[in-house]
């Protein structure tokens, strides 16, 4: 279990998920017949499949509650704060207000507010940021996807204790994900029904995406009965994903992608080895928005050769995550568990 290659898949979903996102913001023309090949739905989607894994292998080999938290804080938290901090102080310069007026508009405090505590929705964007250039007024539309790995953070404890109590483990898993897509499908059909788009966001909140984190988790619970059928249960996976993507559905993608996505994960020694100079998926995903924002706003695209432009703005952003990681992320990292460390001796 501890050889696979979710370094490199994070990277990769991280990564798809950049050139998506540069796809529909920049605006080139050009460049939007490529966005089929940048599904940001299913990258985002694959990262739920691993969180079930992943995070339930943390919480269980963690001594105590206390100490996952903290790990989980630790993870995610400082990067975190320090991209919503940051440009809010960065972006300043770009408002149509005077900083005297940006830094004393109730814009600004409810957009720290709301971000801080993962309600992105609430206030998405900053006092006279990214008003013009043909982009949407918010700071950084990828960060929606935190609120919901908070909730699969939260709800770890309550998922595991319940699984634990059970002989038939299966049970558990079968249930959840029935309602997690019910869930999801209802919502998905009252959006229809009346066009309000409240509706299409809850269907996109924990029990929505329920489905694939506990796919993640159940391949956790049943690891070695999965690696024994791995081969099988790949082509399963890849047929079905290709038929529900091929007929619109999304009713057994949440298995399918998962089982792909796990085949691969512990298939391919070679990567294993991928994030040896640094784990800086998390730091361009949760950086690159704002950054492709930033270089759209100041017309960059418009005005010079959008490949070259692109390719200066991907360099720029795997930069800031190789930054991020280093001089941020895995230093909170070094600190939690020196902590650890310290109470157990």
Request: charged content about 15%; overall charge positive; glycine content about 4%.
């Amino acid at each position: 279990m501890k050889q696979n290659n979710f370094d490199f898949l994070r990277f990769y979903f991280a990564f798809v998920v950049v050139i998506g996102h540069l796809i529909i913001i920049s605006g080139v023309q050009s460049f939007k017949k490529y966005g089929i090949y940048f599904d940001t739905y299913t990258s985002v989607t694959a990262f739920f499949c691993i969180s079930g894994f992943l995070i339930s292998q943390s919480y269980i080999k963690t001594k105590s509650i206390k100490s996952y938290f903290e790990k989980r804080a630790a993870r995610l938290l400082p990067a975190y704060i320090f991209v919503i901090v940051s440009f809010s102080l960065i972006l300043s310069t770009l408002s149509i207000y005077s900083f005297v007026n940006y830094f004393t508009s109730p814009e600004l405090y409810k957009y720290l507010a709301a971000n801080l505590s993962f309600l992105n929705f609430v206030q998405p964007s900053l006092p006279g940021v990214f008003l013009g250039e043909g982009i949407t007024s918010d700071v950084n539309g990828a960060l929606w996807t935190l609120k919901v790995e908070v909730s699969f953070y939260l709800s770890i404890p309550i998922l595991v204790f319940f699984i634990q109590k059970l002989n038939r483990k299966y049970i558990f898993f079968i249930t959840a994900y029935l309602f997690s897509l019910a869930f999801k499908i209802g919502f998905e059909h009252l959006f229809s029904y009346t066009g309000n788009n409240i509706y299409l966001m809850i269907s996109r909140q924990l029990p929505g995406f329920l489905s694939y984190f506990i796919c993640g988790m159940a391949l956790y619970f049943y690891f070695d009965l999965f690696i024994k059928n791995k081969k099988w249960l790949f082509i399963f996976g890849l047929i079905v994903y290709l038929i529900e993507r091929k007929i619109d559905l999304e009713i057994f993608t949440p298995l399918a992608l998962s089982l792909l996505v796990f085949s691969v994960a512990f298939s391919i020694k070679q990567l294993n080895s991928f994030a040896r100079f640094g784990d800086i998926s998390y730091g361009i995903y949760i950086f690159h928005c704002p950054i492709i924002k930033v270089i759209t706003y100041l017309g960059f695209f418009r005005k010079y050769d959008p490949v070259l432009i692109s390719s200066i703005v991907i360099l720029i952003i795997i930069v800031v995550g190789f930054l991020s990681w280093h001089l941020l992320e895995k230093k909170f990292l070094i600190k939690a568990h020196s902590s650890r460390l310290e109470i157990l001796s």
